[in-house]
């Protein structure tokens, strides 16, 4: 059995890269698509599982190392789980972040059906002989008006259930140490620690 000594984190996101690279044991070398210019697949799945294992193939066949991919986002009760996989796009579309968190607050004003949402990460690692290994994390809560200046993404509306600090206030330790990306990572964690 190979030990992994490399990896390549699969994604152009800088904060999901950071995130991604604190997770992993200190000793394993991190590697960055951008490092090896490597650009972006086309992400077509109907899932965060769909989209992650996309990543993950496309990253460890032009890189040929060991590739731990993640696609996440935010879905909304009020909004039938929107913008869920469409996270990233709808931001994109609305000109940033910002934009988006603000939408998305006004929306669910206007429909008045409370403001319980969900994080999801979907965290694929493969490896260039074709083996792949899948988990999610799940992390449940409510949307607030945006508040913090941590993290990235919609970290400045989202109050993970149990606390009264949206993730963008938290400190970056305290938000790793129970995001849904550590959830997912963890359940991953179990069944690829032998290779570590």
């Not at 599982?49 to 496309?58: G, H, L, P, Q, T």
């Not at 913008?83 to 931001?91: D, V």
């Not at 989202?158 to 963890?186: C, V």
Request: with cysteine; charged share 30%.
């Amino acid at each position: 059995m190979q030990k992994i000594d490399k990896i390549l984190v699969g994604t152009h996101n800088k904060g999901k890269f950071i995130e991604i690279s604190d997770l992993l044991p200190k000793k394993i070398k991190k590697i960055s698509p951008v490092d090896l210019g490597i650009k972006s697949p086309i992400e077509n799945g109907k899932t965060f599982k769909d989209n992650s294992e996309i990543k993950a193939e496309f990253f460890c066949k032009n890189s040929n190392l060991v590739t731990l991919s993640d696609d996440s986002g935010l879905e909304v009760d009020a909004l039938n789980g929107e913008p869920g996989i469409l996270s990233s796009r709808f931001a994109e579309d609305l000109g940033g972040f910002q934009n988006a968190m603000k939408k998305i607050l006004e929306k669910i004003k206007k429909i008045n059906k409370g403001a319980k949402a969900q994080f999801i990460s979907s965290l694929t690692i493969q490896w260039p002989n074709g083996k792949k290994i899948t988990k999610i994390g799940v992390i449940r809560g409510s949307l607030t008006d945006i508040r913090g200046k941590n993290g990235f993404g919609y970290d400045p509306i989202f109050i993970p259930e149990g606390h009264s600090k949206t993730f963008a206030e938290m400190n970056y330790k305290e938000k790793l140490k129970i995001d849904h990306r550590q959830i997912a990572y963890k359940k991953l964690y179990n069944k690829i620690k032998v290779y570590f």
